[in-house]
C-alpha cells in the first residue's frame, strides 16, 4: 500500500531525547517499509527514516532555536499532504485534531491515532463535527471520554524486539523516567524509594512550566546520592539506566493514554510497579511484569516483593505483547478495511 505518516513536528522521527510519539511513529514507519509498503513520512528535516522523507520544515522545533513559528511549521504540514493526497491509498495521522478539516476534504481514507489525553472540554463537540473520521487509541482506558467517536479500534504500542537487552541481575536502585510533572507523580517516587530505603534515580526533562515545581518541591530532596537526577537519555543511555534498576517507579495520578516508558522498562527485563491510573492495568500483568498499586504504602510493599518476579518472564511477555512488528502488522489491518471501505 501507498502510506503517508502525519508526524508531529515538535521532536524529530525519532527524536533526539524526549518524545514518545515521535519515537512510536518511528518505529511504526519502519516496520511498515518491512512489510514491503510504500511509506512517505511527512515530518521535520532532521528525522531519520527507512521511508520516503518530506520534510516540512528544517528542523524540530523543540530543539530548532526559540524564534520558531509552530503554526507556520504546521500549515506547511498540511499544505504538503494536500499537495500529494492523491499519491496515497491511506492516510495516517498522529497530530491529534489539526488536520481533520483537510483530511475529511481530501477524499482520500484516513485515520488518525490519538496520542494524549481526551478528557478535555470541548472535545466531544469537536468529535460529532467529524463523525465520518476513524480513530485508534492506544488503549480502551483513553477512549472513555469519547464513546461516540468512529473508534476503528485499540492498538497498544509496540518498540523493536532489538532495540534493548535484558538483564537478569536483580537492580540496585529504582528508577523514575518522564516528564518532571505533578501528574507523572516524581514527588511520590521519591517517598516511596525514602521509605523502601532504596537510592532513586531520575532521568526526566524539565519542561520549562514546570521549573517553579522543580525547584520548589523536588530539588531539595536531590541530593546526588540518594536521590539522583541523571537529566534526559538517549536510547542508549536508557538501556543501562533502565536494565540496571530494580524496577521503574510509575505513579501517576492522570489518565494516562498509554505510557510508553512501562514497555521500555520490561523490554529490559525490569518490572513496573505504577498506580492504577488510565492505561496501567492494560499495560502492566500484576504479579507477572510488575505490580498495580493503589497508594505509596502499597508501592513499598510492591518492592519488597520483588523477588517474585522472574525477569525474564517480564522480558518473554513484552515480546509476546508489545514488539513493534505486532503493532505494525495491526495497524495494517486497519489501513486495509478503511481503503475497502471507500473503494
Known amino acids: 500500500m501507498r502510506i503517508a505518516q502525519l508526524a508531529p513536528l515538535a521532536e524529530s522521527v525519532p527524536p533526539k531525547l524526549y518524545g514518545g510519539t515521535e519515537r512510536v511513529v518511528a518505529w ?34 523543540r530543539l530548532g532555536g526559540k524564534n520558531n513559528d509552530p503554526s507556520a ?39 488518525t491515532t490519538m496520542h494524549g489525553r481526551l478528557d478535555l472540554p470541548g472535545l466531544a463537540a469537536l468529535v460529532r463535527s467529524f463523525p465520518n473520521a476513524g480513530f485508534v487509541s492506544i488503549s480502551d482506558h483513553q477512549r472513555l471520554p469519547l464513546p461516540n467517536a468512529k473508534w476503528l479500534g485499540t492498538i497498544q504500542h509496540g518498540l523493536p524486539v532489538d532495540l534493548f537487552r535484558p538483564s537478569q541481575e536483580k537492580g540496585s536502585y529504582l528508577a523514575f523516567l518522564g516528564r518532571l510533572t505533578v501528574e507523572k507523580g516524581p514527588e511520590a517516587a521519591i517517598r516511596v524509594a525514602r521509605a523502601a530505603q532504596m537510592p532513586l534515580r531520575i532521568a526526566a526533562k524539565i519542561p520549562r512550566a514546570e521549573t517553579a515545581f522543580f525547584k520548589t518541591r523536588l530539588q531539595p530532596h536531590i ?31 492522570w489518565p494516562e493514554p498509554f505510557g510508553l516508558v512501562m514497555i521500555e522498562a520490561m523490554a529490559c527485563g525490569t518490572p513496573v510497579i505504577a498506580y ?9 500483568e ?19 516483593k520483588l523477588d517474585r518476579l522472574d525477569r525474564q518472564t517480564v522480558r518473554a511477555r513484552f515480546e509476546e505483547r508489545f514488539s513493534a512488528s505486532r503493532m505494525a502488522k495491526e495497524y495494517e489491518g486497519r489501513y486495509r478495511l478503511i481503503a475497502a471501505a471507500t473503494a
Not at 539522583?228 to 524496577?247: C, M, N, P, R, W
Not at 493503589?294 to 510493599?301: D, H, K, L, R, Y
Open 28 to 61: 511504526l514507519v519502519d516496520e511498515l517499509v518491512d512489510l514491503g509498503h510504500d511509506v512517505t513520512l511527512f515530518a521535520s528535516g532532521d528525522s531519520k527514516t527507512k521511508a520516503r522523507l518530506e520534510a516540512v520544515w528544517p528542523r524540530a522545533l
Open 73 to 111: 511549521a504546521c500549515a506547511m504540514l498540511l499544505e504538503a499532504i494536500a499537495k500529494q493526497a492523491s499519491d496515497f491509498d491511506v492516510i495516517h495521522a498522529h497530530v491529534d485534531w489539526l488536520p481533520l478539516p483537510l483530511l475529511s476534504r481530501l477524499r482520500v481514507p484516513f485515520l
Open 223 to 253: 541530593d546526588g546520592k540518594n536521590v539522583q537526577l541523571i537529566g534526559e537519555v538517549d536510547d542508549t543511555k536508557k538501556q543501562s539506566f533502565l536494565a540496571d534498576a530494580a524496577a521503574l517507579l510509575f505513579p501517576i495520578t
Open 276 to 284: 492504577r491510573s488510565g492505561s496501567v492495568p492494560e499495560v502492566v
Open 286 to 304: 500484576d504479579g507477572v511484569t510488575g505490580f498495580v498499586v493503589e497508594s505509596e504504602e502499597e508501592a513499598v510493599m510492591a518492592i519488597r
